[in-house]
């Protein structure tokens, strides 16, 4: 006998980040975009860029920049998924989003970047997210747009020759900036 699956939210608890904390995320962030266990999930970055997501250091500057938070999500007392939170004038900008591979799909993802968008527009009293996406991306970008995110085709080149951001498998990568308006 099939049963549905849960109808309430999965019980989540949010926090700022910490030192303490680089390690797990570091972990989470390259587990999400790149190598074999990024497969597991439908974010992998795997087929387009080799190398890492990010490092020790990347993480600490955002946790450490004014402006800026890198939010922690846990459930059950592990580290489930985090995202970036930067301010930006009448924006929030969102990135460094990674959920565990083996959860993404069911829901988490929707719940993180809700809880997100919130916190900007009630701590900052932002008007729009915005965010960047590799423009190949048409899936995620997809995602995206069913959150309410629009393109806006206004580009950024992908820097090409810095392995601190990985080492394109392809010459055609840029970011492409998506926004969402936060008015109530």
């Known amino acids: 006998m099939e049963t549905a699956p849960p109808t309430d939210p999965v019980q989540l608890s949010y926090r700022d980040a910490t030192d303490a904390d680089v390690p ?5 962030i390259e587990s999400a975009y790149r190598g074999d266990s990024s497969r ?3 974010t992998t ?19 450490g920049a004014a402006g800026s938070k ?6 059950d007392d592990r580290i489930v998924a985090c995202c970036q939170l930067e301010h930006r004038g009448d924006a929030a900008y969102f990135g460094m989003f990674a959920v565990r591979p083996g959860l993404q799909g069911g829901g988490l993802g929707r ?3 809700a809880e997100a968008e919130r916190l900007v527009r009630e701590t900052w009293g932002v008007t729009e997210m915005h ?4 423009s190949v991306r048409e899936e995620l970008i997809a995602w995206y747009e069913r959150r309410g995110y629009r393109r806006t085709g206004r580009m950024t080149p992908f820097p090409y020759g810095d392995e601190r951001f990985g080492v394109p498998r392809r010459d055609d990568l840029q970011f492409e900036l998506l926004v969402k308006s936060l008015d109530r």
């Open 24 to 28: 797990a995320l570091v972990e989470l």
């Open 131 to 134: 965010m960047t996406v590799i």
């Open 40 to 42: 597991a999930g439908w």
């Open 111 to 113: 719940q993180v970047i």
């Open 70 to 75: 890198l939010l922690v999500v846990r459930r």
């Open 45 to 63: 970055e795997a087929d387009i860029l080799d190398g890492q997501r990010t490092d020790p250091e990347g993480v600490r500057q955002v946790i």
